[in-house]
């Protein structure tokens, strides 16, 4: 069983910066696609940022140019920068480790980004 811990969020003002970390408890990265998502209240769950095994990135639409997912296979963490924010990304994070079925969800973390 894989666990993640996130970590890094907060209350920021618009226009500034956090970064997301996230924890595996086991060295995943070199076979799991790892990935971030959110969530706003009455909304669904959104993919922002995918990692893959191979390190190739994806990003939401949204999110292009201003995030930047990547990983630390030493430290087993995977980071989100998140710059240039806007109050519509207020929402909670999750990190997400994903191999064919076995899907993995860390517990999230808050972010509000309001002045």
């Known amino acids: 069983q894989v666990q993640l811990v996130e970590s890094g969020g907060g209350l920021v003002q618009p226009g500034g910066s956090l970064r997301l970390s996230c924890a595996a408890s086991?060295?995943?990265?070199?076979?799991?696609?790892m990935g971030w998502y959110r969530q706003a209240p009455g909304k669904q769950r959104e993919l922002v940022a995918l990692?893959?095994?191979?390190?190739?990135?994806n990003y939401a639409d949204s999110v292009k140019g201003r995030f930047t997912i990547s990983r630390d296979a030493a430290k087993n963490t995977v980071y989100l920068q998140m710059n240039s924010l806007k109050p519509e990304d207020t929402a909670s994070y999750f990190c997400?480790?994903?191999?064919?079925?076995?899907?993995?969800w860390g517990q999230g973390t808050q972010v509000t980004v309001s002045s």
């Open positions: 997400n480790a994903q191999l064919l079925s076995r899907v993995y």
């Open positions: 086991e060295s995943i990265f070199s076979i799991y696609h």
């Open positions: 990692i893959g095994s191979g390190g190739s990135t």
